[in-house]
C-alpha cells in the first residue's frame, strides 16, 4: 500500500496502456457482460486513469492491481497497488 492514501472497494486487475503522463497510469480493464435479449456474451473493455505513486512506478505493458480510492482529479480515482506481472 502507498504512504496514508486509504483504498476502499473492489481492486482490479488491468494492463498498463499507457505511462505518458506524470503520475498517472492509463490501465484497460477486459470484462465479459451478458446480453439476456440475445442469450450472448460480450467482451468488452474499459480504460481507467489511475495514480502512480513513486514507490511502484508502473510502466507500459505490465500487468497491476489498481484499488479505488478518494477522488484525486477530476479523472482519477483509483492508484496502483501493485504490479503482478513486469512487462
Do not use: Q
Request: proline share 2%; glycine share 6%.
Amino acid at each position: 500500500m502507498h504512504g496514508n492514501l486509504k483504498t476502499h472497494g473492489n481492486e482490479i486487475e488491468g494492463i498498463v496502456v499507457s505511462d505518458k503522463a506524470p503520475k498517472t497510469v492509463i490501465i484497460e480493464h477486459a470484462y465479459a457482460t451478458f446480453l439476456t435479449k440475445y442469450e450472448r456474451s460480450l467482451r468488452k473493455t474499459s480504460r481507467i486513469a489511475a495514480y502512480n505513486p513513486e514507490c511502484v512506478k508502473a510502466k507500459t505493458g505490465d500487468t497491476v492491481i489498481i484499488a479505488g480510492s478518494r477522488r484525486l482529479s477530476k479523472t482519477k480515482s483509483f492508484v496502483v497497488t501493485k504490479i503482478t506481472k513486469k512487462a
